[in-house]
Structure formats: structure tokens, C-alpha cells
């Protein structure tokens, strides 16, 4: 069974710090992957997917992730956070592109100014 | 990409009431819907998965005469949570699985169970 984890249950940078979100996956065969944000009470939002070719993908609002076979990973990172990045992000493993996801436990992202 | 919506966006209803949560897809025909919850301070758990015209696959632990799903046309999917209580008070999310390798989240419903 596939299975997510994200170490980190909280999070707190200083606005213009690098931020990174680790996410380690277990799964068979090669995962497909996502990174998602949340904001208080609110939806869902895509940041970025995985699921062929380059390791390093280019996502929306400045975000970025890697994925490393070697070390089962798909960490998030972001150069310089904005106060507006304070959210709750999931990483999340399917099977195929389509298919049912399996989430992590979220982490929760604190700017502080 | 696919727009969905979800009606109502917060419901508050007594224990013991049912409550039917909309989902749609508003210029997209979804074959497959996904229903998640999320509660508080929690992750995302994937219910059931909805196949339009056929019977929902529920996930283990999920009582599937608890949580309705009609997939009835390939524009909407209902959850029906029937005889609410407390404990089901919940973040519910439908996804839609799209094309081109992509899934459309709806905004989710909050539902209160008093």
C-alpha cells in the first residue's frame, strides 16, 4: 500500500527566508506525485506534479520540488517566502495520473515578518 | 481545466438529520469523482470513489449506507450523510479526475453536526 509522511507538522520562517517541505512517499512502483496548498478554510489549490522526466519541477507561485527515487522524496522549496505563503501544504502520492490520491499528514507553514 | 462547484459550502444541521452534499462538474464530464474528508487539523482521507452510472467503491472503514454516493450523470455526484452525528462533522471534498493527467478539487463543504 502506498503511504506519505511529512516529518514536519509545523513550520515557522521569517518572511524572504527559503523555506523547504519534506515529503517521503512508499510506494512499488514509480509514484506519481503532488504538492498541494491549503489556506485556512479554504479548498485545495495544485502547486506542482511529478510524474516523468526531469526530477526538478517547476510549480506555481515560485515553488519548486525534487524528486529523489533514491531516497523515496519529493521535497518542496521555495527561495524567499511571502507572508501569503501561510498555509497548511500536503503532499500526495497516486498511483496513475487520474487515480486516488493518498495524502500526507500536512505541514503548516507560520511567516513570520 | 475543469471548473467544479459544491453546494451547499457550509451546512449545520442536528444530530440524527441527513444531509446531501452536491457535487459538480460545471463544464467537464467526470467519469470519476472522488469523495474525501478532512477533519480538523487533519489530512485528507479518501472516502469512496464514484463511477457515473455504477455503484461507488468505498474505502475500508467507510460505512457505505452511512455515506450515500449517486453518480447519477456524468455532471454531478451527491453524498448523502444520513443520520448525522457529531463525529461526522467534516471537511468533504470532491475531486474529479480530468483529463490530461489532472484532478479538479471542488471547494469542499463544512458540515457542523450539533
Known amino acids: 500500500a502506498q503511504s506519505v509522511t511529512q516529518p514536519d507538522i509545523h513550520i515557522t520562517v521569517s518572511e524572504g527566508a527559503s523555506l523547504e517541505l519534506r515529503c517521503n512517499y512508499s510506494?512499488?512502483?514509480?509514484?506519481?506525485l503532488f504538492w498541494y496548498v491549503q489556506s485556512p478554510g479554504q479548498g485545495l489549490q495544485l502547486l506542482l506534479k511529478?510524474?516523468?522526466?526531469?526530477?526538478l519541477v517547476q510549480g506555481i507561485k515560485g515553488f519548486e520540488a525534487e524528486f529523489k527515487r533514491s531516497q523515496s522524496s519529493f521535497n518542496l522549496r521555495k527561495p524567499s517566502v511571502h507572508w501569503s505563503d501561510a498555509a497548511e501544504y500536503f503532499c500526495?502520492?497516486?498511483?496513475?495520473?487520474?487515480?486516488?490520491?493518498?495524502f500526507g499528514g500536512g505541514t503548516r507553514v507560520l511567516v513570520k515578518p | 481545466g475543469a471548473v467544479v462547484s459544491q453546494h451547499p459550502s457550509r451546512v449545520i444541521c442536528k444530530s440524527g438529520t441527513s444531509v446531501k452534499i452536491e457535487c459538480r462538474s460545471l463544464?467537464?464530464?467526470?467519469?470519476?469523482m472522488f469523495w474525501y474528508r478532512q477533519f480538523p487539523k487533519q489530512s485528507l482521507m479518501l472516502m469512496a470513489t464514484?463511477?457515473?452510472?455504477?455503484?461507488?467503491?468505498?474505502e475500508q472503514g467507510v460505512e457505505k449506507d452511512k455515506f450515500l454516493i449517486n453518480h447519477a450523470s456524468l455532471t454531478l455526484s451527491t453524498l448523502t450523510v444520513t443520520s448525522a452525528h457529531p463525529e461526522d462533522s467534516s471537511f468533504y471534498i470532491c475531486?474529479?479526475?480530468?483529463?490530461?493527467?489532472?484532478?479538479?478539487f471542488g471547494p469542499g463543504t463544512r458540515l457542523l453536526v450539533l
Open positions: 464514484s463511477n457515473e452510472g455504477s455503484k461507488a467503491t468505498y
Open positions: 510506494y512499488g512502483a514509480t509514484p506519481y
Open positions: 500526495a502520492v497516486g498511483r496513475a495520473a487520474g487515480n486516488k490520491l493518498t
Open positions: 463544464d467537464f464530464q467526470a467519469t470519476t
Open positions: 475531486v474529479i479526475a480530468g483529463e490530461q493527467e489532472t484532478q479538479y
Open positions: 511529478y510524474f516523468s522526466g526531469d526530477t
